[in-house]
């Protein structure tokens, strides 16, 4: 039995995340399929989609802060999104 993350709970909800699950991963967080959100409009974000990861948020690409777009936040990750699966 293999826990993902640190503590095997999802960054998210903070429930247990099975062994066999799917998950996506950030910055070193794991996260359930459907907990991997934008904090702004709750869609989930899938692989391919591009995204921005602020101060433990999720945001997608359009709904970035907007201090982002003037380049005031130095903390931007956008990288495009990879299932984990365990195996």
């Known amino acids: 039995f293999r826990l993902f993350g640190n503590s095997g709970a999802c960054s998210a909800c903070g429930q247990s995340i099975h062994a066999s699950e799917l ?50 936040l130095n903390s931007l990750q956008s990288n495009p999104l990879l299932p984990d699966q365990k195996v």
């Open 23 to 72: 998950v996506m991963r950030a910055q070193g967080n794991v996260y359930h399929l459907k907990c991997f959100t934008c904090s702004t409009c709750r869609n989930r974000l899938v692989p391919g989609d591009r995204f921005h990861y602020i101060n433990g948020s999720l945001f997608c690409e359009h709904d970035r802060p907007t201090a982002l777009i003037n380049g005031h």
